[in-house]
């Protein structure tokens, strides 16, 4: 794990807090082959704790998050992969990557293309695809999965956002104490499959999960980092 004790509050410490930022920022990274190994309750404790500071609009704090393990997170599996296998998608919200045009189009296909090329997995090898796409809901083979459920505000802009900043803080906390996660989209294409089987109400919507555990350090898949965009590409300075 590393050592990510702040110095004491001081002009002379800003540096130091910004290179210990940056490298901890840069070292989160999606991991997609976990280990087996299970964390303590007070892993996943001290996580949630650093991810309840997330900032929210007008401190609303508007995260449900459902964190499942053991025998509950094995029946969520299975719940799933069927639901993904009879083609039962029925998402809270929409996501379309065929929308994504230009830069972002571009980004996503060379993410998903540097994916697979990693594993050898042409692109007409579709069962070969089909299996890898199957392991999201394995959960990368993570021991715990967070369910970030919200409720539905207005259009749930707003509240997205707020459990955006939650998931980041979340993530960043796995990683500060030496753990990895996984943001996934995937899981919650089958909202009601999950709502189903954790018993958890219609009204609360599924943004999306986070698996996380100990990163297997042997899976060649967990090698892949890949780019961002340059600022020019994303940011405007107006003066």
């Known amino acids: 794990m590393p050592d990510i004790s702040l ?18 920022v840069r070292q ?5 082959q976990f280990l087996p190994q299970p964390l303590t309750q007070a892993q996943i404790e001290a996580v949630l704790g650093d991810a309840q500071q997330a900032p ?5 704090q508007p995260w449900q998050v459902h964190v499942v393990s053991g025998a509950k997170r094995a029946e969520l599996a299975t719940a799933l992969r069927v639901a993904a296998l009879q083609g039962d998608a ?13 830069g972002y189009g571009e980004r996503c296909q060379a993410s998903g293309k540097a994916h697979y090329d990693l594993l050898g997995i042409g692109r007409e090898e579709r069962q070969r695809r089909a299996e890898e796409a199957l392991r999201n809901f394995d959960f990368f083979g993570a021991p715990h999965v967070a369910l970030l ?27 500060a104490h030496g753990l990895a996660g996984a943001a996934q989209t995937s899981v919650a294409m089958f909202a009601p499959t999950v709502r189903r089987v954790l018993g958890i109400a219609e009204s609360s919507r599924l943004l999306f999960a986070i698996s996380f555990g100990y990163a297997d350090p042997a899976a060649a898949v967990n090698q892949l980092r890949v780019g961002r965009a340059g600022l020019e590409e994303s940011v405007v300075f107006h003066r």
């Open 7 to 24: 110095p004491s509050e001081s002009a002379s410490s800003a540096p130091v807090h910004a290179a210990m930022f940056e490298q901890l």
């Open 28 to 32: 989160r990274h999606a991991t997609r």
């Open 56 to 60: 929210s609009n007008c401190n609303t």
């Open 90 to 102: 029925a998402p809270d919200f929409s996501f379309d990557k065929a929308g994504f045009t230009g």
């Open 149 to 175: 459920f919200m409720p539905a505000v207005g259009d749930s802009v707003r509240v997205a956002g707020d459990l955006g900043m939650y998931g980041q803080t979340f993530l960043l906390s796995l990683t």
